[in-house]
Nanobody, 125 residues
Framework: QVQLVESGGGLVQAGGSLRLSCAAS????????MGWFRQAPGKEREFVAA????????YYADSVKGRFTISRDNAKNTVYLQMNSLKPEDTAVYYC??????????????????WGQGTQVTVSS
């Protein structure tokens, strides 16, 4: 499995933007569908976005569709999450993960393994 490290979180005003990065170690990064999840205080971890092996296909939760963009650079072993038009309800710890089971578009939390440590995103109103 791959080891994942997220970065790029921070404090931003509503309407602002942030770009999260997730760096993977190991030579098998391009073999994994990658995803982003988030967890707000007192809430369950929820799916945000996923990207196929080549990056040609993406999938988003309805709550972020049209505002967030997931991408990947297999040469750099990195997956990104560009977040625009941020809202206070986007405040959460954001995690990247590698999909280890299930097909497309199955994006249950249990389909993913190799979780990163998370990066905090706080959106002020």
């Amino acid at each position: 499995q791959v080891q994942l490290v997220e970065s790029g979180g921070g404090l931003v005003q509503a309407g602002g933007s942030l770009r999260l990065s997730c760096a993977a170690s190991g030579r098998t990064f391009s073999s994994y569908v990658m995803g982003w999840f988030r967890q707000a205080p007192g809430k369950e971890r929820e799916f945000v976005a996923a990207i196929s092996l080549s990056g040609a296909s993406t999938y988003y939760a309805d709550s972020v569709k049209g505002r967030f963009t997931i991408s990947r650079d297999n040469a750099k072993n990195t997956v990104y999450l560009q977040m625009n038009s941020l809202k206070p309800e986007d405040t959460a710890v954001y995690y990247c993960a590698a999909k280890v089971s299930g097909g497309w578009p199955s994006f249950s939390r249990t389909d993913f393994g190799s979780w990163g440590q998370g990066t905090q995103v706080t959106v002020s109103s």
